[in-house]
């Protein structure tokens, strides 16, 4: 087993703040070891040799498509605004956040 | 222990996709039969193992009986055959939450790829299948609305993500459902619930519309109950797409008519021995073990192979287990 990586709980309070999420003190406890033992993990791969590995950046092994930039109208409004919980018709209206 | 199986499923139910699908184009079965037959199996099972979030009667029945009308389409390789869908993937008109309560009142205005695929083939869509939240687990026990249980055994989780999908076609709800997997969530339920389970090369099949979750490791599959019934929706659902940068324009092989002939006869299957090192559950390893004499025995040569980066098997394993939570799940 690696050893556990300290997070402190109040690292763990300020992610969950960032998160908007409430931890309970149990919780703040139980995550802090919980994400050491995660982080701890990563040195388990940080010892593989991979000097003479080429590097993946997509396991997609086609090159990406591009299209013509044209505009094409796919969606009718009302469509799209059917979900939202409040709509003047043209636009989504949301809480104010900032 | 509950053990959903042993209850007699109807005739229709315990019919594969195949012989559904080739009852329904000589009319042997009508599309209203074959939905009515697994609304009344879901009735019948949804109780002990609560695969579906959401079941579509009136447009599954509405569906069928337009179909009925209409006869059968030799040109659709899915006609009339009912089948359910994971709900990370958008179903037009239909609710999609990815088992989150974020997404209780969402319907999505659009069908995703693979699921446009199916219509355009004539299957039937009963509903949304559980799993865990937003795909994150391994168990189905992560749902914001209700825990599946294995039809096998309801005592025991049917595994995840995709547990929903694998308990509905192993209970007989339905004919096939599509999947998701990004790190085992479509073989490891189909493994638990004992079934079948694909996960296409990446790239094989259209994530358009799929709520995603590692977008780099993201694949819609089949969950059937044979490997032909597999074949058979893989060549429905693959294809390329244009809404997918990262589907591959390749053409789509005739899988069923590959699996035909020699099957696996001589073909040589290769073992990673680190998947059988330090931290690997006996009896796991024994079922393992026995596959592969199974194999071995069936003509085809078993050996063991290295993959470059040993260690980083031993982390994907960790990974997962680090995904458990509450339930152990038990392998068959």
Redesign the interface.
């Known amino acids: 087993m690696a050893d556990n990586k300290t997070i402190s709980q109040d690292e763990v309070t300020h992610m969950a703040t960032l998160s908007r999420l409430s931890v309970s003190e149990e919780e703040q406890t139980l995550f802090a070891r919980?994400m050491g033992?995660?982080l701890a993990?990563m040195d388990?791969?940080a010892?593989?040799d991979?000097n003479d590995?080429e590097p993946l950046y997509?396991?997609?092994?086609?090159p990406?498509?591009l299209?013509e930039d044209v505009a094409a109208r796919r969606?009718e409004r009302t469509?799209?605004l059917?979900?939202a919980p409040e709509a003047d018709g043209e636009y989504f209206m949301v809480p104010r956040i900032v | 222990m509950q053990n959903i199986f042993e209850n007699a499923m109807t005739e229709i139910c315990s019919l594969s996709l195949t012989q559904a699908a080739q009852s329904l184009q000589k009319k042997e079965l009508g599309a209203a039969e074959a939905v009515t037959a697994c609304l009344a199996r879901m009735d019948a099972t949804e109780p002990g193992i609560s695969a579906m979030l959401t079941i579509d009667r009136e447009g599954a029945l509405a569906a069928a009986a337009a179909m009925d009308r209409q006869g059968p389409d030799p040109s659709k390789p899915l006609w009339g055959v009912p089948v359910t869908v994971k709900d990370a993937l958008s179903t037009k008109g239909l609710r999609t939450t990815a088992a989150s309560r974020i997404l209780e009142?969402?319907?999505p205005?659009y069908d995703a790829y693979a699921v446009q695929q199916l219509r355009e083939a004539g299957a039937i869509i009963l509903g949304k299948a559980n799993m865990d939240e937003f795909a994150m687990g391994s168990t189905t026990e992560n749902s914001s609305y209700q825990t599946t249980r294995n039809p096998r055994d309801t005592s025991r989780v049917p595994g995840g993500s995709s547990g929903g999908s694998a308990a509905s076609v192993t209970a007989g709800q339905c004919f096939a459902s599509l999947g998701t997997d990004t790190g085992g969530s479509i073989r490891q339920p189909a493994s638990l619930c004992g079934c079948v389970g694909l996960k296409p090369t990446?790239?094989r099949v259209s994530r358009y519309g799929v709520i995603a979750y590692g977008s780099?490791?993201d694949q819609v599959g089949p969950l059937t109950r044979t490997v032909e019934d597999c074949a058979r929706v893989l060549g429905v659902i693959a294809g390329h797409d244009?809404r997918d940068?990262?589907c591959?324009?390749?053409p789509v092989d005739d899988y069923v008519a590959a699996l035909g002939g020699k099957g696996l006869k001589g073909a040589r299957l290769g073992i990673p021995k680190e998947f059988f090192g330090e931290g690997l559950a006996p009896e796991v390893r024994a079922v393992c073990q026995n596959a592969m004499g199974h194999s071995a025995g069936a003509g085809r040569r078993t050996g063991g192979s290295k993959p470059?980066?040993h260690?980083?098997g031993?982390?994907h394993l960790?990974?997962h287990r680090?995904g458990r939570s509450q339930l152990q799940p038990r392998s068959l």
Not at chain 1, 58 to 62: E, L, V
């Open positions: 919980q033992d995660i993990y388990v791969l010892q593989v991979t590995v997509s396991p997609a092994q086609h990406g498509h299209r969606r469509e799209v059917a979900n | 009142n969402y319907t205005f990446y790239g780099s490791l244009q940068g990262t591959a324009p390749r470059a980066a260690r980083c031993h982390c960790l990974y680090h």
